[in-house]
């Protein structure tokens, strides 16, 4: 079995014009959350198995691509339309010139799919829940009953996702959610995106059973809230090339730590350092494992006082086993067994701070 399974119900083929010199060149890739995840959590060594459903043409192709980049695919196959996009970027930015959602699940094919993520899901170190672009293509519901049947069973949860999705596995039961900020503020879970009112939701979000906690700020610091407290994060400043996918980056950087044994709080700043690097690149969670790690060394992280107010400076990769507490508070700081489309974007011891 692979170490992280990704349920991804509709990946898209996407499509993107780029200019070089005075030519154009396209560039064909599998794209959407759960695939932006998977392809960065290959480049970082996890192995993945997606649980997805693969619609018509594209569909065919989706399969081919995914398999070039070495994830393992156990999916539903069906006529119909898929999702796909067509963008050109050649102008710098993108310019959306066709988007096609695909067809919405039907209950044969979403049951299918349900049981496949179950069994590749309860095989692996951890398993990610991840959304289509589509709102409509699946209920929400399914992100509760998913998070609920697999963690009843034993297998560790974490998800990337937001409105009634998050909400859907909240209640459901996961251990840890990544999130934004404006997401936060937009699902009326935080007032604002001040760091006072982003830290009442992420405890209210712990109050409602969650472990662990990670909010990203745009370009201020992550944010962590685990059963020790909460840790700041400033990933290495970069130039950007891109912000897209760096969000998804992140979040596979912490779900590949998790699976090969880091304590949570290494695992966040290894993330952040993924995410750093995806910045740097046109590709969506793209980047290279070598640099992530060199990278990783130029992460900052400092805990907070419940007030908010710091009370440490940069802490290094042996201060954050030092912080890291072996319970926790809970059972998803052990190792452990999201859609948008490219908008969207220790061990126990005293203290050590370096």
Not at 115 to 142: E, K, M, V, Y
């Amino acid at each position: 079995m692979s170490d992280v399974t990704i349920f991804a119900p509709a990946p898209i083929l996407t499509v993107t014009v780029e200019g070089r010199a005075d030519e154009s060149e396209i560039h064909l890739h599998a794209g959407g959350q759960g695939v932006w995840q998977a392809r960065m959590l290959r480049r970082l060594g996890s192995s993945v198995t997606m649980c997805c459903v693969l619609s018509g043409e594209t569909g065919a192709v989706l399969r081919h691509l995914l398999e070039d980049e070495e994830v393992e695919v156990d999916a539903i196959e069906r006529a119909g339309r898929g999702a796909a996009y067509l963008h050109d970027r050649r102008g710098g930015e993108r310019e959306a010139i066709a988007d096609e959602e695909g067809d919405p699940l039907g209950r044969h094919e979403l049951d299918a799919l349900y049981g496949r993520t179950l069994r590749a899901g309860l095989g692996s170190r951890i398993t990610i829940l991840s959304g289509p672009t589509d709102a409509s293509a699946l209920p929400a519901d399914t992100y509760r009953r998913l998070a609920a049947d697999l963690s009843a069973a034993g297998a560790k949860v974490a998800v990337d996702l937001s409105g009634e999705r998050l909400t859907a596995a909240v209640d459901g039961g996961v251990g840890l959610v990544k999130v934004s900020d404006e997401e936060l503020v937009a699902d009326g879970l935080a007032e604002s995106r001040e760091r006072s009112s982003v830290l009442r939701a992420m405890h209210g979000l712990r109050d409602r059973g969650v472990a662990t906690v990670v909010v990203t700020r745009e370009q201020e610091p992550v944010l962590l809230l685990d059963g020790r407290g909460v840790l700041e994060v400033t990933p290495p400043p970069l130039q950007v090339v891109d912000h897209h996918g760096a969000g998804d980056s992140l979040f596979a950087g912490v779900v590949h730590g998790l699976a090969r044994g880091d304590d949570v709080r290494e695992a966040v700043c290894f993330g952040a350092a993924a995410g750093a690097l995806n910045v740097t690149r046109h590709g969506l969670g793209s980047g290279d494992a070598e640099v992530v790690a060199r990278l990783r060394d130029r992460v900052v992280a400092r805990e907070l006082e419940l007030d908010d107010r710091p009370v440490s400076g940069k802490v290094s990769p042996s201060g954050l086993a030092a912080l890291a507490d072996p319970d926790g508070g809970s059972r998803h700081d052990e190792p452990s067994r999201e859609g948008r489309g490219p908008d969207e974007s220790g061990n126990a011891g005293p203290e050590t701070r370096a």
